[in-house]
Nanobody, 117 residues
Framework: QVQLVESGGGLVQPGGSLRLSCTAS????????LAWYRQAPGKQREMVAS????????WYPDSVKGRFTVSTDSTKNTVDLQMHSLKEEDTAVYFC??????????WGPGIQVTVSP
């Protein structure tokens, strides 16, 4: 069983920045895919960033492209989400997600990000 735990959330003003980290119980480099999702109240969960194992290919939806950056940190064994120019509509619970072939899909418990004046 893979365990994921998010950290770094909180309250930030519009235009501000925040960095989320996701720590895994096993090597993140053994994962086939890593991603960040978010879910705002009353809305469906949506992917905001992903990084493919092996190729390292990254993907972002248009809503966050140019503002969010996903990366991995080998020394800390984390997958991080750097968020800049935050908007009120970025307010949501953010989830770390991983796929490990042969073991399944795994989610972190989620962390709140609130963007408010």
């Amino acid at each position: 069983q893979v365990q994921l735990v998010e950290s770094g959330g909180g309250l930030v003003q519009p235009g501000g920045s925040l960095r989320l980290s996701c720590t895994a119980s096993i090597s993140i480099f053994s994962m086939n895919q890593l991603a960040w999702y978010r879910q705002a109240p009353g809305k469906q969960r949506e992917m905001v960033a992903s990084i493919a194992g092996g190729s390292g290919h990254k993907w972002y939806p248009d809503s966050v492209k140019g503002r969010f950056t996903v990366s991995t940190d080998s020394t800390k064994n984390t997958v991080d989400l750097q968020m800049h120019s935050l908007k009120e509509e970025d307010t949501a619970v953010y989830f770390c997600f991983a796929i490990k072939l042969g073991q399944g899909d795994f989610w972190g418990p989620g962390i709140q990000v609130t963007v408010s004046p």
